[in-house]
């Protein structure tokens, strides 16, 4: 069994993502913003993110950036990026994660990906330098 924390402030995705994961047999928490992803990976270290990229208060890729400044350790968790925003792998590629699926996908396509990502542990490392 896997930690889990999904990040979205879409509160119906949120708990079909969770019932989901969960029924896989994972422990999932959720936050509907960075800010409050943030505060749960504080109390708790996952195993994985599952983040989405637009939200209001702090967004997914603040989000990452801040896991890294924090440099808690915390920099070290594999994130999966969830967006329908156009553009989503080059964002992944800037935030250094190989994790990312665009909205709409399918549950299966998510349950595998959370599989892989679990499996690689590949933490994200983001290309810091100016474009």
Known sequence: MAHLVIVDDDADLRDLLGTILQAHGHAV?????GQEG??????????????????PV????????????RDWGDENIPIVL???????????DS?????FLAKP???DALVRLVNRALHERVPPRPRLEAS
């Open 29 to 33: 928490r959720e936050a509907q913003n």
């Open 38 to 55: 943030l505060e749960l990976v504080a109390d708790q270290t996952p195993d994985l993110l599952l983040v989405d990229v637009e939200m």
């Open 58 to 69: 702090l967004d997914g890729p603040g989000m990452a950036y801040g896991l890294l400044f």
């Open 82 to 92: 969830l967006s329908g925003m156009v553009g989503l792998p080059q964002l992944a």
């Open 95 to 99: 935030l250094g994660t190989p994790y």
């Open 105 to 107: 996908y399918s549950l």
